[in-house]
């Protein structure tokens, strides 16, 4: 995908065990952004998902491990920064989010002076909603991260967002792997790189295919994981990768 001044943008779908939804995710992806550059992590999946990843122009990258998708964002964004892309662009590969959505992210890391955009689920658009546990998870979560961000934000655990060139370059060297760190400790590594967050409101899709990740017991220990994963995040040094500049 190339946007003004011939800005080369890569999307990374982080795919463990999605050999059922991924083949459609990436024949839309291909039909709305005929010009963008795909890489599919597979994370250690025990299905089909390295050989129905293989269509089109998409890059593969193949981890021995499941390491989560934490880890093999890390991957993704080490490849985007050596291969020199301008924007890379975090999509789920079960088909939640909609590749329409991926002009207006990238859009507005020009038009909101943004290193980081975030797709936001509960930003006005969409009827997309949680309950219980992990609703009040997020709201406590936004709240917070939202002031160390220092802008609003609605939807902190987002798996759907943009990064420029020097957030590309401040993931690569330190990303976290750990549950809810690609998310929640990605925000505070950005905010304390002194990196600019901000978020547009997407629609969010059902699931194209497989089986969710989250089940009913992951969903009532979502609350003390996500807080105690907040807690971790902002009680961490300040990191060398900070130091990143372009």
Known sequence: MTVAGGTQVLVILPAWNEEEALPGVLDELHAALPDADFLVVNDGSTDRTATVARRGRTKVLDLPLNLGVGGAMRAGYKFAARAGYDVAIQLDADGQHDPADVEQIVAALQTEGANVVIGARFAGEGVYKVRGPRRWAMRVLSSTLSLVTK????????????????????????????????????????????????????????????????????????????????????????????????
Request: charge should be positive.
């Open 151 to 246: 802008t609003r934000l609605t939807d902190t655990t987002s798996g759907f967002k943009a990064c420029d060139r020097r957030a590309i370059a401040v993931f690569a060297a330190d990303y976290p792997a750990e549950y809810l760190g690609d998310t929640i400790e990605a925000l505070v590594i950005a905010s304390r790189a002194g990196l600019v967050v901000r978020q547009v409101p997407v629609h969010m899709r059902p699931r194209a295919g497989g089986t969710a990740s989250h089940n009913p017991f992951k969903a009532a220990l979502f609350l003390s994981q996500a807080v105690f994963a907040l807690a971790i995040a902002l009680s961490r040094p300040r990191r060398a990768a900070e130091g990143v500049t372009l």
